[in-house]
């Protein structure tokens, strides 16, 4: 309950091929509604959203990129400054899961070093289509030391988690306070002071 | 001052940083901070394209190693920062301010040139920051600062001192709110500011020790509270104030601004209050006793305890404290100390208490104490002192004052000494309003004032008095008429009449009788001379809601003093805030200010992404227009921005107009997009090293991008292509299949021809050429004007066709012979390599002065471009016989036909300001060498050259 709006600013990407659910995961976390009709986003969005964790207020400006072919080498430049990037694909498309491969190289390339990656499997309310099967969204996970969650923006499931997670990680690297005490100069080397 | 090396410094400073960032410059300088100059070091570090100014405090001098600096404030240079220096002329130091909407650093360094130098770099760091491509906006955070941030003393002072800071909320209803646009979310503030601090959060109390001691010098309070230390003196501080120098760890400078969001926040709660507050009770005695500057009695407890059980806070006022003259001139009163420990031993003995604050205006003094068990909850204390006395600037007069906020509710205790004397009610009512009006409590941005609280007491020797004949009076007090007293009262009168003094404050019955003037030690009303009449100077009074006086008394006990003292216990509703309920209003508050701002960012919707332009053809544009509605609720501002490490936001070929602009929300706006090929940009298409294919994007300020993918064919055409590959198409251009039109564009495609074989052959000039000369030494020999006046348009295109398509064969002799002199031009100016390539050009330029080495110059060109050059020059020569009637002359065809055959390689620029450098040079250098292409060219048309 601490008084100020929020305490932090977190910049958050979403990346991944079309129709995986991107946009509505976002629209899931930050309105907490879901959409079915699909609007191919074409270009970069964002949407903010303040939450609260470890006693700080922080707020998570989200940005949603387009995730066709084409656009790959523009939506690479928005990689920049963005502190955790949520890497997803659609579970009932293997397609879209044979190219995270592909997706994480571009973050290496083009991301900062120390950035947060997590990756999504979504639609997992739809398991009847389902093609990658939930093992192989760990294996290659954990190959890469990346948490992982299968999510159904649709039905709610995981949504808030991977978000919180993802933040959670960033925060957790943030640097604390410093807690040595302030040093008063005045009284140890009036010297130091009164020269100027 | 003394100035350390300052490479040392700046590497001292790259030593706290990490790898990927730099410092480019530090310097020494001097902080200033309530008017005190401090020594700092200024440094200006990098990361990537974004710059900050740190500001190091030293913990020696000189410094040595990277540990004796210490960060005190980081200020990014961005978009949001401000900068202005100022060097009077009379001074040897420029002094710099530097502003973001966190802090704000004044900084005074010498005039120097590693100052200047320190300035200009900030200068071009902003220079900078508003040029980095918009990519990433919003969110141009300068995430690698953050880290610095937290480490700075400023960033820890102004939000970790305050040990109350903590887990309350104040509604601060107090704090003005900005009505007008409250819906708004000012994105640009959310933007610019990436921590706020709440302006609250600054609020410690710790700062009064750092302000000069002008008034009180008992300030104590909250380090007292946190250790429980309750000995009132601070001799550290008061050492270092003799000394005359600040304690060090100055606080940033108030006054903060406060983002819109946090406003509307504050708004929301308040507005919300009662959802997540309950009214408990609390009990607040208040004593207030003109002590005539007597020392204390034994003890004060008739007076201050009152009822059995011990109050929550306690209210002490005192007038004439301290009536020495040495009071009005040293801040240190040793009548104070005598009181202040009485009050202390007088406090409830069934409770634990502790000073919340008590502060002295020469004889004016407030005491406040509360109950150790409220400590949590207390916060944002404040005080402030009005001297009314002589000259309006003398303290014997006046009023002092404690606020704090108690859990949800505002309190404000004053304790004031009116003017005095029977007549001079007017001139009392003048101090009160006074009081009022200058009393602000500095800690708050803006300052709060007394009438800004929700609940006031107001206690002191208002010294009104009775409007009756002494001897009336008299005989009321002995009947115990204290009614028909009162009545007559000049403040009960004026607050019967709700007049403009204590409008809204309220008093009880003074059920005891006047407590002034007695003969000192007794309870005999004044028997000297001037025989004043007795009056109820001593009051006690308050304003707002949820107040219910228990008792209100006077103590004629207390003897020592002309006046008795008067005490009043009263049982006070206090807004007290309920955890879980709270959170909840909160979280709901945030959630509907998420949605706000999202429903608040820029928001456009574009009815065609994908343009397709079908066969684009030379010099001949297409358009398409693009609609963006502005669908979001506020005015957006757009631009096309570069992407990735362009320079320019799309490729030559392509413009959008306007590339710029501002919508009002609910209107369109038509973006024409135009492809237009033209000579500098059809080589490459023609050679296929380029595709009409790009992706303009759209940027929302603050919002945003959206793409826009722009694709098309091109037809190829003869105009753009090279020499080298004319000579070798047989047919038209448009007959050749795209595969042999980019091999033949190859550099060295011609040496691959094999002329033995059947299409072997090579033209001696490209046929375009031919044609179009051929035409014109057919129908413009004697026409006037050639080349000097311009053709139509739609004539080029069609010539254009007609060479690309050999359809028809010939240039048809109907079009008029200015259109085909223009394409013929053009067609020379849009060769990828001049008649005379770019190898060559500076070669000319030095032989244009000597025939035989022109000569030798153009026997050594490539044998399609010698053919060309001297079939145009024959040409030229031909038509010079004719001048009779077309008026050319042969100085004007040199000069002209030397600036189209004869062109230098047009550097790649990087960015516009290089190429107006470039050109700028070019200029001076251009009558030059227009000169000597001239020259050159004279050679070749004044005589038939045999090579
Ligand atoms: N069943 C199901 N459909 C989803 C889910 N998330 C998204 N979709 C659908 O998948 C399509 C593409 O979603 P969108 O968010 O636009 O994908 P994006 O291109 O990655 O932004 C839309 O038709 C959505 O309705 C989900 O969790 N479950
Ligand atoms: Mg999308």
């Not at chain 2, 007049?499 to 009788?513: T, V, Y």
Request: proline share 5%; charged share 25%; aromatic share 10%.
């Amino acid at each position: 309950m601490a008084k100020k709006t929020y305490d932090l600013l977190f910049k958050l990407l979403l990346i991944g091929d079309s129709g995986v659910g991107k946009t509505c995961l976002l629209f899931r976390f930050s309105d907490d509604a879901f959409n079915t009709t699909f609007i191919s986003t074409i270009g970069i969005d964002f949407k903010i959203k303040t939450v609260e964790l470890g006693g700080k207020k922080i707020k998570l400006q989200i940005w949603d990129t387009a995730g066709q072919e084409r656009f790959h080498t523009i939506t690479t430049s928005y990689y920049r400054g963005s502190m955790g990037i949520m890497l997803v694909y659609d579970i009932t498309n293997i397609k879209t899961f044979d190219n995270i491969s592909k997706w994480l190289r571009n973050i290496d390339e083009h991301a900062n070093e120390d950035v947060e990656k997590m990756i999504l499997g979504n639609k997992c309310d739809m398991d009847d289509k389902r093609q990658v099967p939930t093992a192989r969204g760990e294996a290659i996970a954990r190959e890469h030391n990346i948490p992982f969650l299968e999510t159904s923006a649709k039905a709610n499931i995981n949504v808030e988690k991977a978000f919180m997670n993802l933040a959670q990680a960033i925060l957790n690297k943030t640097p604390g306070r410093v807690s040595e005490p302030n040093i008063n100069i005045g009284t140890q080397d009036t010297s130091a002071r009164r020269c100027c | 001052m003394f100035y350390v090396q300052l490479m040392d410094i700046a590497k001292l400073v790259q030593k706290t940083l990490t790898p990927n960032e730099k410092c480019i410059q530090a310097i020494e300088c001097a902080r200033i901070l309530d008017g005190k100059r401090t020594l700092r070091y200024a440094a200006i570090v990098i990361n990537k394209q974004e710059h900050g100014v740190f500001i190091f405090t030293a913990l020696r001098v000189p410094c040595l190693q990277s540990s004796d600096l210490v960060l005190e404030s980081v200020i990014p240079i961005d978009g949001s920062m401000r900068c202005s220096a100022e060097a009077p002329s009379q001074q040897t130091e420029l002094r710099l301010s530097l502003r973001s909407p966190i802090i704000n650093v004044l900084i005074e360094m010498p005039k120097s040139d590693p100052s200047t130098l320190f300035l200009a770099e900030i200068k071009k760091a902003k220079d900078v920051y508003s040029q980095v491509p918009a990519f990433g906006e919003p969110a141009a955070i300068f995430p690698w600062l953050e880290k610095y941030k937290r480490q700075s003393t400023d960033f820890n002072q102004s939000s970790g001192e305050n040990p109350f800071a903590e887990d309350i909320f104040d509604p601060l209803k107090h704090m003005s709110l900005d009505g007008t646009n409250m819906h708004v979310v000012d994105t640009e503030s959310s933007r610019q500011t990436t921590w706020f601090q709440d302006d609250m959060s600054s609020l410690s109390s710790s700062y009064e020790h750092l302000k000069p001691a002008q008034k009180s010098r008992s300030r104590d309070s909250l380090d007292k509270i946190l250790g429980g230390d309750e000995d009132y003196t601070d001799s550290m501080e008061t050492l270092q104030w003799s000394l005359g120098i600040s304690s060090g760890n100055e606080l940033p400078i108030l006054g903060k601004t406060i983002s819109s969001r946090e406003k509307i926040v504050k708004k929301f709660l308040t507005d919300r209050e009662l959802e997540f507050t309950d009214q408990h009770s609390f009990r607040i005695y208040c004593g207030t006793w003109n002590v005539n500057g007597q020392s204390p009695p034994d003890s004060l407890h008739k007076w201050m305890v009152v009822d059995a059980e011990p109050p929550d806070i306690y209210v002490v006022g005192f007038q004439e404290l301290d009536l020495s003259k040495e009071a009005f001139i040293f801040t240190d009163s040793p009548k104070e100390v005598e009181w202040q420990k009485a009050v202390k031993a007088a406090l409830h003995p069934k409770a634990k208490y502790l000073k919340v604050k008590s502060i002295r205006l020469v004889g004016i003094m407030l005491i406040v104490y509360i109950q150790a068990k409220h400590k949590g909850f207390i916060k944002f204390i404040d005080s402030d002192s009005v001297p009314t006395g002589i000259m309006g600037i003398m303290g014997n007069k006046g009023g002092v004052s404690v606020r704090f906020t108690l859990h949800n509710t505002s309190l404000c205790f004053v304790t004031s000494h009116l003017a005095a004397h029977q007549d001079e009610y007017e001139r009392r009512n003048q101090d009160y309003k006074d009081i009022m009006s200058k009393t602000k409590f500095k800690d708050f941005s803006p300052p709060l004032e007394i009438s800004e609280h929700d609940i006031v007491f107001w206690i002191g020797d208002l010294n009104y008095r009775i409007d009756l004949p002494i001897d009336t009076v008299k005989s009321y007090i002995k009947k115990g008429a204290h009614k028909k007293l009162i009545l007559e009262d000049q403040l009960y009168r004026q607050l019967q009449a709700n007049s403009e003094i204590f409008r809204g404050f309220e008093e009880g019955f003074p059920n005891f009788d006047p407590t002034y003037k007695f003969d000192s030690g007794t309870d005999n009303y004044d028997s000297s001379e001037k025989n004043r009449v007795p009056a109820y100077c001593d009051r006690i009074l308050w304003r707002g809601p949820g107040v219910k006086q228990l008792r209100y008394d006077s103590h004629p006990q207390l003897k020592i003093s002309d006046h008795k003292p008067v005490s009043s216990l009263f049982d006070v509703g206090i807004r007290v805030l309920d955890d879980k309920r709270f959170k909840r209003v909160y979280e709901d508050i945030m959630k509907k200010l998420d949605r706000l701002e999202n429903d608040h960012l820029p928001q456009i919707k574009i009815d065609n992404t994908e343009l397709i332009f079908k066969d684009v053809k030379f010099v001949e544009p297409q358009v398409q227009v693009v609609t963006v509605a502005n669908v979001g609720q506020i005015p957006v501002e757009f631009e096309f921005i570069n992407k990735l490490d362009d320079q320019t936001y799309c490729r030559p070929w392509l413009k959008a107009t306007p590339c710029k602009s501002i919508i009002e929300a609910g209107v369109c706006c038509e973006v024409q997009i135009e492809v237009y090929v033209d000579k500098s940009t059809a080589a490459k298409l023609n050679s296929g090293e380029e595709k009409l294919e790009d992706i303009l994007v759209l940027h929302l300020t603050n919002g945003k991008d959206s793409f826009i993918t722009v694709s098309g064919n091109y037809m190829t055409s003869s105009f753009g292509s090279s020499i080298e590959a004319l000579i070798q198409m047989h047919g038209p251009i448009r007959e050749v299949p795209v595969a042999e039109l980019i091999e033949i564009e190859q550099p060295g495609s011609l040496s691959r021809v094999d002329i033995t074989k059947d299409g072997g052959r090579l033209y001696m000039v490209p046929k375009e050429i031919w044609k179009m000369v051929d035409f014109l030494h057919k129908y413009a020999m004697n026409k006037d004007e050639l080349f000097q006046q311009p053709g139509r348009n739609s004539e080029i295109q069609f010539i254009r066709d007609c060479l690309d398509t050999g359809r028809p064969e010939h240039i048809p002799d109907s079009l008029s012979v200015h259109s085909v002199a223009e394409a013929f031009l053009m067609f020379l100016e849009s060769l990828p390599q001049p008649v005379i390539p770019y190898e060559f050009y500076t070669k000319c330029l030095s032989t244009s002065n000597n025939l035989l080495l022109s000569k030798q110059l153009v026997t050594s060109l490539p044998g399609c471009h010698k053919n060309t050059f001297l079939y145009i020059c024959a040409f030229l020569r031909e038509l010079l016989k004719h001048s009779d009637k077309n008026g050319l002359d042969i100085k004007f065809l040199c000069s002209f036909f030397g600036e189209v055959m004869l062109r230098p390689q047009t550097p790649l620029f990087t960015t516009a300001s290089a190429k107006e450098a470039v050109v700028k040079e070019r200029r001076s250098k251009l009558r030059e060498e227009d000169a000597k292409k001239a020259a050159f060219m004279y050679h070749f048309l004044s005589n038939e050259i045999e090579l």
